[in-house]
C-alpha cells in the first residue's frame, strides 16, 4: 500500500511539470479536479497573460467549479477559510501564480474573467462570432438551447419542399417512406433524430452520391470499410481463442454438421459439414464462425448448458461420446468471457457487399440527409436562430485548414500556449477535431502543452 501511495504522489508530481503534455487517468473520486487546478495554477506561474491558458469544461458548472477553485486557492494564500484549509501543495502553487500576477499587473482577483475556463460549446460560439462570415453562420445568430423543434420543422419541411426537376431526391424520399411503411410521422421521427447527431455523420456523409460513378466509387469504399471492420472483429476472435480450443470445435462441429445434415435439419452449424478446418479471419470463414456460435451460444452472450438434436447431438449411447467432447469444450469457452462475446457478435457480421435493396435504401439516406441538413440550414435562417452542433462546426470552419490558416486560426495560435481538457472521455469525433485545428500549428518542445485528465 505504501508503495502504491508513493507511486501516486509522483505521478500527481510529475503531471505539474509544466514543460510536458499529459494525459491523466483516474477514476471518480480520485482527485482530478484538484490535479486540474493544481495544473492551472502552475500554468500561471509561467505565462506573459492568463488569457495563454484554456480551461475546456463541459458542463457550465464544472467550469464554475474550476474557477471557484481557483480563484479560492488565490484568496487563501492572504486570507485562508478556516472551513475550506487547503493542500500545501495546493497554496504553494497558489502563492507563486499570485507573485505572477503582482509582477505583471493581472489583478486576477479583481479581474477573475481574465481566467479562460469555458465549455465546449462557449468556445465553439466565441469562435464562429469572431469571424461570422468565414464561419458560415452570418452575424447575429441566437443560440438555441433545444432546438427540437428546429429540427422537427426541418423534417416536416424535406416534405413539403421537395425541389422540382430533380427526381432522384423524390424517388430517394419515395424509397425511404417505403422503407418504414408509409409512416409519415415514423419517417419525420427519424430525421429529427439524425439530426440531433448530426455532428458524428456530417463530416463523412458523401457530398456526391448523383452519379453512376461517383455511385459505384463510394460502394467499393463503404465495401472495403465494411471488409476491413469485419476482418478486424474476427482477428481479435482468433487471438482471443486458444488454437487448441479452436480445433477440437472444429472437429465437434464437423460431427455436429454431419448429423444435422443426415436428418435434413437446417442450422448455421451445416457451415461445417464438409470441412474440419479452422475458421480465419476472411469473410468465407464467416458462416463457419456463426456455426460455432450457434452451436456453443445461446441469447445473452450465454454458452450452452446442454446439447440435442437441435445442435447435432443425438439424444443415447450415439451421441454420448460427442455430448462428453462438447460439454468440455463448452465449459472451456466459459472461461474467455471476451472470447464469447466476440463469437456472439459474429451472428450480426455483415455480409460482404451490399445487395441491391440494401444499397437503394442506403443511397436513398444519404440524398435525404443533405438535404435534411439543408433544410434545416434555411429554417436556422429564418428564426436568426442556431444549435450547438452548428455553432461547433461553424467554429472549425472558422479556423480553416492546417495549409490554410484563417487569421483567427494564426491569432490563437499565437495566444494559445496551454489547453486543459476535462472528463476528455466525453469529447465527440468532432470535439477531437476543434482540438486538433486549435493546436495545429504546435511544434515539439516549442512550451505549448496539452493536458487531457479523463
Known amino acids: 500500500m505504501s508503495d502504491l501511495r508513493a507511486a501516486d504522489a509522483w505521478a500527481r ?6 514543460r510536458h503534455s499529459f494525459i491523466v487517468q483516474a477514476p471518480a473520486g480520485a482527485g482530478k479536479t484538484e490535479l486540474l487546478t493544481r495544473r492551472y495554477l502552475a500554468l500561471l506561474a509561467t505565462v506573459e497573460r492568463p488569457e495563454s491558458i484554456l480551461a475546456i469544461t463541459f458542463t457550465r458548472k464544472a467550469a464554475a467549479e474550476m474557477r471557484d477553485r481557483i480563484v479560492g486557492a488565490l484568496r487563501a494564500v492572504h486570507a485562508p477559510d478556516p472551513d475550506r484549509p487547503l493542500h500545501e501543495r495546493t497554496l504553494a502553487l497558489a502563492r ?8 505583471r499587473g493581472w489583478g486576477l482577483l479583481e ?10 460549446d462557449a468556445l465553439n460560439l466565441g469562435l464562429a462570432r469572431r469571424l461570422p462570415l468565414l464561419s458560415g453562420l452570418g452575424a447575429g445568430l441566437g443560440i438555441e438551447e433545444d432546438a427540437r423543434d428546429l429540427y422537427t420543422q426541418a423534417a416536416e419541411n424535406l416534405l413539403t419542399h421537395l425541389p422540382q426537376g430533380l427526381p432522384q431526391t423524390s424517388e430517394a424520399v419515395a424509397t425511404l417512406l417505403a422503407h418504414v411503411d408509409n409512416r409519415v410521422e415514423r419517417f419525420v421521427e427519424l430525421v429529427i433524430e439524425m439530426l440531433t447527431r448530426r455532428e458524428a455523420w456530417l463530416p463523412v456523409l458523401p457530398p456526391d452520391v448523383s452519379g453512376a460513378v461517383a455511385e459505384v466509387r463510394l460502394r467499393s469504399q463503404l465495401e472495403a470499410a465494411r471488409a476491413r471492420l469485419v476482418g478486424s ?8 481463442l486458444p488454437e487448441d480450443w479452436l480445433r477440437e470445435a472444429a472437429c465437434i462441429a464437423n460431427a455436429a454438421a454431419s448429423n ?10 451445416c457451415a461445417w459439414s464438409d470441412t474440419t478446418q479452422v475458421p480465419d479471419a476472411s469473410f468465407d470463414s464467416i458462416a463457419r464462425w456463426q456455426g460455432l456460435a450457434q452451436l456453443f451460444l445461446i441469447a445473452e452472450c ?6 440435442n438434436v437441435g445442435v447435432g447431438v443425438p439424444p443415447g449411447a450415439a451421441g454420448q461420446e460427442l455430448k462428453r467432447r462438447v460439454a468440455l469444450t463448452a465449459d472451456e469457452l466459459r472461461a474467455h468471457e471476451e472470447a464469447v462475446r466476440l463469437l456472439d457478435a459474429v451472428r450480426r457480421l455483415p455480409p460482404p457487399a451490399y445487395d441491391a435493396q440494401e444499397w437503394r435504401v442506403l443511397l436513398a439516406q444519404f440524398r435525404v440527409l443533405q438535404l435534411a441538413v439543408a433544410e434545416l440550414e434555411l429554417v436556422f435562417a429564418a428564426r436568426r436562430v442556431a444549435d450547438y452542433p452548428r455553432f461547433a462546426a461553424a467554429a472549425r470552419q472558422s479556423l480553416g485548414t492546417p495549409d490554410a490558416p484563417t487569421d483567427t486560426a494564426l491569432a490563437l495560435d499565437a495566444e494559445l500556449r496551454h489547453v486543459l481538457v476535462d472528463e476528455f472521455q466525453d469529447t ?17 518542445d516549442d512550451g505549448r502543452t496539452l493536458f487531457l485528465v479523463g
Open 13 to 18: 508530481e510529475r503531471a505539474l511539470d509544466v
Open 96 to 103: 507563486a501564480a499570485l507573485a505572477a500576477d503582482a509582477a
Open 111 to 120: 479581474q477573475p474573467g481574465r481566467l479562460r475556463i469555458q465549455t465546449i
Open 233 to 240: 472483429h474476427l482477428e481479435s476472435l482468433q487471438r482471443a
Open 260 to 269: 444435422l445434415v443426415a436428418a435434413g435439419r437446417e442450422s448455421p452449424i
Open 302 to 307: 450465454k454458452v450452452r448448458s446442454s446439447f
Open 428 to 444: 465527440s469525433e468532432a470535439q477531437v477535431r476543434l482540438l486538433e485545428a486549435l493546436t495545429a500549428g504546435w511544434q515539439r
